[in-house]
């Protein structure tokens, strides 16, 4: 499967951005999808996951209330929106695909998210 991710770009503190991550290649709806995000230097860090139905999701503490994964079978795309934004989530974000169930995968671990989008900027100033 091959991902688009889209939506970077320069904002403010407190504004807010709306990431989106296009599939393509095989049956969106079999994929748990994940967000993550990479700081040059740093390792890659697990944001947000979604389950293939939508109907679980799971954040990191620092974005939680203030981000919100979606996704769009019937679009093959999966969103984060971004509200709130501080300075340290300034990223390179990363969308990923597992097809793995959300029960028997370790959403967190970017090890275990099999195809990856080639990555979106995302630079808040303070």
């Known amino acids: 499967v091959q991902l688009q991710a889209s939506g970077g770009g320069l904002v403010q503190a407190g504004g807010f951005l709306r990431l989106s991550c296009a599939a393509s290649?095989?049956?969106?709806?079999?994929?748990?999808m994940g967000w993550f995000r990479q700081v040059s230097g740093k390792e890659r860090e697990f944001v947000a996951a979604?389950?293939?139905?939508?109907?679980?999701?799971h954040y990191v503490d620092s974005v939680k209330g203030r981000f919100t994964i979606s996704r769009d079978n019937a679009e093959n795309t999966v969103y984060l929106q971004m509200n709130s934004l501080k300075p340290e989530d300034t990223a390179v974000y990363y969308c990923?695909?597992?097809?793995?169930?959300?029960?028997?995968?370790?959403?967190?671990?970017?090890?275990?998210?099999?195809?990856w989008g080639q990555g979106t900027l995302v630079t808040v100033s303070s």
């Open positions: 979604i389950s293939r139905s939508g109907i679980s999701t």
């Open positions: 290649g095989r049956p969106f709806s079999v994929f748990t």
């Open positions: 990923a695909a597992s097809p793995r169930d959300w029960y028997t995968l370790n959403i967190i671990r970017s090890l275990n998210y099999v195809y």
